[in-house]
C-alpha cells in the first residue's frame, strides 16, 4: 500500500504514519471483527493531494463504522480522522510532542502546539498521542475502552 | 463591545448543536422530515455548515473587540499632535489588516497563541469567501469549542490590556 501513497511532505508522511500505526492498534483490539483499508485522495493548502487510508470496520458482515482520515493541517492540532457510524460522527485528533518554538514568525511556520497551550485549549490532554473528541473540548487518549465507547456512540452496536 | 460576546455566541452555538442532536435521536421528527438513515451524513454536513457560520460569527466578535481597543488605546494619548494623529488612525484604523494588529499583541502573550489565531483567520476567510470545493482547504478545525477557547483566550487578553492602560 505505501507505494500508492504520494508523499509531499514530512509532515503529511508523519501523519499517514501516525494513522497507520493507529490503525494497527484498533485491530489488535478489534477480535471478530472484519476490518478493510481504502485509499482516498486529500486536498489541503500546505500540501499536494496525497492518499491516505480510510479503515472500514463490519461486524457479522454489517457495517459499523469507518475512519476516515481528514488531514495533516490541524488548528491547534498534528492530525485529525473523523470515526463516522451510521449514528453519529466523532473526530480523532493527533497531538503530537511539543515542537520547539521558530524563530520565523510568519504565519505558516508559527507553532502552535506547545504543551501549555494545549492543556488550556483541551480538557482531558495527557501528552502526545492520537485522542477521542467527543466534543465541548473534552478529549480522552484512545485505548481499547475509549475507542470502543466512541465505536458505540457513533454506530450504536453495543457488544463490543 | 463586551468580553460577554464570546459567551452569548458559544450559547448559541450549544443550542443549536444540542437541537441538531436531539432531531437526530427523534424517530418521529425523522420520519416527519423524511431522514432516513442514509440521510444522517446530509445532516453531519449541514451541522458542519453551521459550525463554520459560527465560527465566522466569533471571530468577527474578535475581530470588533481587538479594532476597539487598540483604537482606543491610540486615542488616550492627549497631546494636540497625538490627538490629530488619533484622528486620522481612527479613520484608517478598519482599513489596517488583522494580521497587523494580531502582530502588536505579540508583545503581550505568547506569539503561539497569536499564530493560532491566524490559522483561524485563514479558514474564516476560506468560509468567508466561498470554499473553493475540492481545493486546498486551510487547516480545518478539530473541534469548534478549540476554536472559540483559542479566540477567547486572546480575547480576554487583549479586553485585560486595555483595561490596565
Not at chain 1, 43 to 70: M, R, S, T
Not at chain 2, 16 to 43: G, P, Q, Y
Amino acid at each position: 500500500m505505501t507505494e500508492d501513497i504520494d508523499f509531499n511532505d514530512a509532515v503529511v508522511e508523519e501523519f499517514i504514519q501516525n494513522l497507520q500505526l493507529m490503525y494497527r492498534e484498533v485491530k489488535s483490539w478489534l477480535t471478530g471483527f472484519v476490518c478493510k483499508e481504502n485509499l482516498i485522495e486529500i486536498y489541503e493548502e500546505y500540501a499536494l493531494p496525497y492518499k491516505a487510508p480510510e479503515l472500514y470496520i463490519y461486524k457479522n458482515d454489517g457495517f459499523l463504522c469507518k475512519i476516515k482520515p481528514v488531514g495533516a493541517h490541524i488548528i491547534a492540532a498534528d492530525g485529525r480522522a473523523d470515526l463516522i457510524g451510521k449514528r453519529d460522527k466523532l473526530s480523532i485528533a493527533l497531538l503530537k510532542e511539543s515542537r520547539a518554538v521558530k524563530a520565523n514568525s510568519d504565519t505558516k511556520s508559527e507553532q502552535t502546539d506547545n504543551e501549555d497551550l494545549r492543556k488550556d485549549l483541551y480538557l482531558g490532554y495527557e501528552g502526545a498521542g492520537w485522542y477521542v473528541c467527543w466534543g465541548k473540548r473534552r478529549i480522552t487518549k484512545i485505548s481499547s475502552e475509549s475507542f470502543s465507547e466512541a465505536m458505540e456512540s457513533v454506530s450504536g452496536y453495543k457488544n463490543f | 463591545m463586551d468580553i460577554r460576546i464570546f459567551d452569548e455566541i458559544q450559547k448559541r452555538y450549544d443550542l443549536t448543536e444540542s437541537l441538531f442532536k436531539l432531531l437526530r435521536k427523534n424517530t418521529a421528527v425523522r420520519e416527519e422530515i423524511l431522514w432516513k438513515r442514509e440521510h444522517f451524513s446530509d445532516t453531519d454536513e449541514a451541522l458542519e455548515f453551521i459550525r463554520d457560520l459560527f465560527i465566522i460569527d466569533f471571530f468577527a466578535a474578535f475581530e470588533r473587540l481587538l479594532r476597539d481597543r487598540l483604537s482606543a488605546s491610540v486615542v488616550s494619548q492627549d497631546d494636540e499632535l497625538s490627538q490629530r494623529l488619533s484622528e486620522i488612525i481612527l479613520r484608517e484604523s478598519e482599513y489596517i489588516k488583522i494580521e497587523y494588529l494580531l502582530d502588536i499583541l505579540k508583545n503581550f502573550t505568547d506569539p503561539q497563541r497569536v499564530g493560532l489565531i491566524k490559522q483561524i483567520k485563514r479558514y474564516r476567510d476560506w468560509i468567508a469567501h466561498g470554499r473553493k470545493p475540492l481545493s486546498q482547504s486551510p487547516a480545518k478545525p478539530v473541534d469548534i469549542y478549540i476554536v472559540f477557547e483559542a479566540i477567547r483566550l486572546v480575547a480576554v487578553l487583549v479586553d485585560t490590556q486595555s483595561v490596565e492602560r
